[in-house]
Structure formats: C-alpha cells, structure tokens
C-alpha cells in the first residue's frame, strides 16, 4: 500500500521558488511522478524520477527550471520550482509511475491529494 500526501505548494510572484514535498510511505520501491493540473486544462506530467534516482525526466516547460529528487531513507519526493512563471499555476500532485527513457505515465493507480501553487504576475 503507497500512501502520497503532497505539501508546499502556496502562493508566490513571478520568478519566485517554491519546493514541494511529497510524502511517499511505502512508495521507495517506485518510480515517482509529478503531474500538475490548471483549470480549464488537461492533466500533464511535470517531472518522473526512477526509485534509485538514476533517471529523470522533465517536461519541455519546466526543463532547467525544475528540478526533480527523491531521499528513499526520508520516503519523500522532492520538486524544487525556480523560476516561476504564472503558466506553472496548478494543482499540482505526485504519483507513481512507469518511468522509461523520456516516457513517463502514471502507473498503478497511487495518487496524492493535490498542492495549489499560483504564481502570480
């Protein structure tokens, strides 16, 4: 059983940072995922890392301004956000996933509860 609860998220400027933490119990064993959902738009993946943290993967938007990690002794995943842009503003929630090269979809059906983070202009 993988139990995610998100935190961090908030509400900041432009070009501000904010890390989010995603409480990952029984979730070291996985590939773990960040997604982000706005309103009125489709879910999309933001960031996947491999359980060993070997692989990475990011999402074109948030490339070099993101960045994804994981401590598996602390079963918590990581996303540090710089640079924000309004664009970033969504719920955002990390899963598990299949991570592959440069493919990453959610996987086994492990969600967290969601963090807002809005970026304002």
């Known amino acids: 059983q993988v139990q995610l609860v998100e935190s961090g998220g908030g509400l900041v400027q432009t070009g501000e940072s904010l890390r989010l933490s995603c409480a990952a119990s029984?979730?070291?064993?996985?590939?773990l995922g960040w997604f982000r959902r706005a309103p009125g738009k489709e879910r999309e993946v933001v960031s996947c890392?491999?359980?060993?943290?070997?692989?990475?993967y990011y999402e074109d938007s948030v490339r070099g301004r993101f960045s994804i990690s994981r401590d598996n002794a602390k079963s918590t995943l990581y996303l540090q956000m710089n640079s924000l842009k309004p664009e970033d503003t969504a719920m955002y929630y990390c899963?598990?996933?299949?991570?592959?090269?440069?493919?990453?979809?959610?996987?086994?059906?492990?969600w967290g509860q969601g963090t807002q983070v809005t970026v304002s202009s």
């Open positions: 890392i491999s359980s060993a943290a070997d692989n990475t």
């Open positions: 029984g979730g070291t064993r996985y590939a």
């Open positions: 899963a598990t996933v299949y991570l592959i090269g440069r493919l990453c979809t959610p996987r086994y059906g492990y």
